[in-house]
């Protein structure tokens, strides 16, 4: 509810200050982004740990863990950045943006996709 609150107060003033003032309208984006992202850090801590219990519970690797942990983190980081990005009207570094996320996490992703080739291969008879 405060997390909704704060985006619809935060919406109309943006909405009145985009005509008269959009460098305080950017600003305001901006920092209800961060007021956002900041309540929600504590929820996705529990998260990561959670995900992280039941790795080891399930005993899988935890690099494998942390490794898709950090993709998603990515992909969140770089949609994030994208949006603020196209809301300031700069749909072309947006694009670009999004794209060294998924770059980004393509070259994180390679280790894991390794030992996924090389398990089915194993599993292929000879």
Known sequence: MQITGIGLIATFLILILKEQIPSLAFA???VVGAIIFIFLIDQIQEIFQ???????????????????????????????????TRDA??????????LAGKIIIISIAIP??????????????A
Do not use: C, H
């Not at 894991?112 to 008879?125: A, H, M, S, W, Y």
């Open 89 to 98: 009207g700069q749909s072309a570094i947006a694009a670009k943006i999004e």
């Open 50 to 84: 959670l995900l992280k219990k039941l790795a080891s519970d399930a005993n899988i690797n935890i690099v494998y863990v942390e490794t898709i942990l950090k993709i998603i983190g990515i992909a969140y980081i770089a949609e994030f950045g994208a949006q603020i």
């Open 112 to 125: 894991i996709l390794k030992v996924i080739i090389e398990t089915v291969l194993r599993l292929l008879p």
């Open 28 to 30: 305001i984006t901006l």
